[in-house]
């Protein structure tokens, strides 16, 4: 993937950077080319070098059209819940390495969920103020909205989810408790029936 100057980027973990510029360098004797990024969180800038974007996973941040989508993806009520730690962390750290703003919100929403049940570890609390921090920076930025109306709209939008998440865990438990009393319904008249003949 090419970048050129002033192009808005996200660099995996770190947020989000404008590219500044592209120069030439040599470093312990191997010349190549960098990209001289500008994170906006810290206004540090950083060298990417052009030949390993793809590792580093540095992408293009999104585009205000997708802003809505990021909103409603955070509303929905799907939230993955692993019960094992190990796996769960796994998966949350995997999904904040591949730098995709729709995985963090997915991390987003199943930490925050968590959280509402029981103390998150260290390492998750940190991951979860990252993934918060990652989306509503991206937003921001691209939206060219105050960081304070995005979070008010990101912890809306959580308010959302979890809401419609009790909802479905209500519906399966009522659907339980209906499917258990009909199964014991059933299962007396078969023995009245049995005792009748």
């Given at each position: 993937?090419?970048?050129k100057a002033?192009?808005?980027?996200?660099?995996?973990?770190?947020?989000?950077?404008?590219?500044?510029?592209?120069?030439?360098?040599t470093?312990?004797?191997?010349?190549?080319?960098?990209?001289?990024?500008?994170?906006?969180?810290?206004?540090?800038?950083?060298?990417v070098?052009?030949?390993?974007?793809?590792?580093?996973g540095l992408?293009?941040?999104?585009?205000?059209?997708?802003i809505?989508?990021?909103?409603s993806?955070?509303?929905?009520g799907?939230?993955?819940?692993?019960?094992?730690?190990?796996?769960?962390?796994?998966?949350n750290?995997?999904?904040?390495?591949s730098?995709?703003?729709?995985?963090?919100?997915?991390?987003?929403?199943?930490?925050?969920?968590?959280?509402?049940s029981?103390?998150?570890s260290?390492?998750?609390?940190?991951?979860?103020?990252?993934?918060?921090?990652?989306?509503?920076?991206?937003?921001?930025?691209?939206?060219?909205?105050e960081?304070?109306?995005?979070?008010?709209?990101?912890?809306?939008?959580?308010?959302?989810?979890?809401?419609?998440k009790?909802?479905?865990?209500?519906?399966?438990e009522?659907?339980?408790?209906?499917a258990?009393?009909?199964?014991?319904?059933?299962?007396?008249?078969?023995?009245?029936?049995?005792?009748?003949?």
């Open positions: 993937m090419k970048f002033g192009d808005k980027v996200i660099y995996p973990n770190h947020g989000l950077g404008i590219i500044e510029g592209i120069e030439t360098k470093i312990l004797g191997t010349k190549g080319g960098f990209y001289l990024l500008r994170m906006t969180a810290t206004d540090t800038t950083v060298m070098p052009v030949t390993n974007v793809e590792n580093v992408r293009r941040a999104i585009v205000g059209d997708e809505e989508g990021l909103f993806q955070l509303s929905r799907k939230i993955d819940s692993h019960q094992n730690w190990k796996g769960r962390f796994k998966e750290t995997d999904k904040m390495r730098g995709s703003i729709y995985d963090a919100v997915d991390v987003l929403k199943n930490l925050m969920y968590l959280s509402r029981k103390n998150l260290f390492r998750e609390k940190r991951m979860l103020d990252r993934s918060k921090f990652l989306v509503i920076t991206e937003i921001a930025e691209v939206g060219e909205i960081e304070s109306v995005v979070e008010e709209r990101v912890n809306s939008a959580l308010e959302k989810c979890f809401a419609a009790k909802r479905a865990i209500a519906r399966r009522k659907a339980a408790k209906t258990k009393s009909t199964a014991r319904v059933g299962s007396r008249r078969t023995k009245r029936t049995a005792r009748a003949s």
